[in-house]
């Protein structure tokens, strides 16, 4: 039987972190970078997750696809779920996803198209320093997970079928779980669930990416990493026009070029080593 459920902002619609970069016209002059979008050309409207966007990849990404000329994006950062709905109402036209079987399912409905690896890093376990269910030096999330279910400890939750949400639910399912016995759900984006499980001192599964840019601010420390089951790939999806003719088809071919393109599969390998000491992902696009 589930235990007490707390939740925290679910009465509200999932916050969305709307990005909006604007590419100027280029100059006359020969130095303008050729294929320059027209300023009639519709954005291309990104639905990513909020991961992307945390970590500072997304703006530096977008800027430098604006500085060569190309379309302005919009983007949208939410849950995968959410982004994978955006792609089906038609509200998007590329998405940046982290949930595979989703991802699949999407595409072999007809909804997706062109879907292609991008980068990935992994899922950590993070919890108070204090580590009242003593998971520090297990070597698995299932155990983890058990063991954290059968102490008094409070789990935080993203509860908003994000790809972490997803992971979470497939990680308590393999630990024998069916809930958390103690749950607080805040139904937001990866920064904020970790400010919440740091202020709560809690539990809480994260992608290394957003953790590395904000676990300074957090009284919060890793606990578990490495097990395989918690690899995170990313992956990007064109929405299919041949179910909303109204996408901007040119467009999102055109950013997802440009996110598998060498260019940037090199970027995304040093992204965050100046500051972190290691990469916040890892290339994955096939040249």
């Known amino acids: 039987m589930e235990g007490p459920v707390r939740q925290v902002g679910l009465a509200l619609a999932p916050l969305l972190l709307l990005t909006s970069l604007t590419c100027s016209k280029p100059g006359g002059g020969t130095g303008a970078p050729s294929g320059a979008a027209a300023p009639s050309e519709r954005p291309v409207l990104l639905a990513t ?35 994978l709905a955006m792609g089906k109402r038609g509200d998007a036209d590329l998405l940046v ?12 409905e007809g909804w997706g198209r062109n879907r292609r690896a991008l980068w990935h890093n992994d899922f950590v376990i993070v919890g108070p320093k204090a580590d009242p269910a003593r998971i520090r030096g297990l070597k698995t999330a299932a155990e983890a997970f058990q063991k954290i279910a059968a102490s008094d400890a409070t789990f935080v939750s993203r509860a908003d079928k994000s790809g972490t949400h997803i992971k979470e639910q497939a990680l308590l399912k393999a630990a024998g779980l069916e809930s958390w016995p103690k749950l607080l759900a805040t139904g937001q984006g990866m920064s904020e669930s970790l400010r919440i499980a740091s202020e709560k001192q809690a539990y809480s599964l994260s992608d290394r990416g957003t953790w590395l840019a904000t676990h300074k601010s957090l009284e919060l420390e890793l606990l578990l990493e490495g097990d395989p089951p ?8 064109e929405v299919n026009p041949d179910k909303h003719p109204k996408t901007n088809a040119e467009g999102a071919r055109r950013f997802a070029d440009f996110l598998v393109s060498q260019e940037v599969q090199k970027l995304v390998g040093e992204f965050g080593k100046d500051k972190y000491g290691q990469p916040l992902f890892f290339p994955d696009a096939k040249p």
Do not use: M
């Open 49 to 83: 997750t909020t991961s992307f966007q945390d970590t500072g990849l997304l703006d530096v990404l977008v800027s430098r696809f604006q500085a060569q000329g190309g379309p302005q994006i919009k983007a949208v950062a939410v849950g995968t779920g959410e982004a």
């Open 97 to 108: 996803v982290h949930s595979p079987k989703a991802e699949e399912a999407f595409v072999t």
């Open 230 to 237: 918690l690899a995170n790939p990313y992956h990007v999806i």
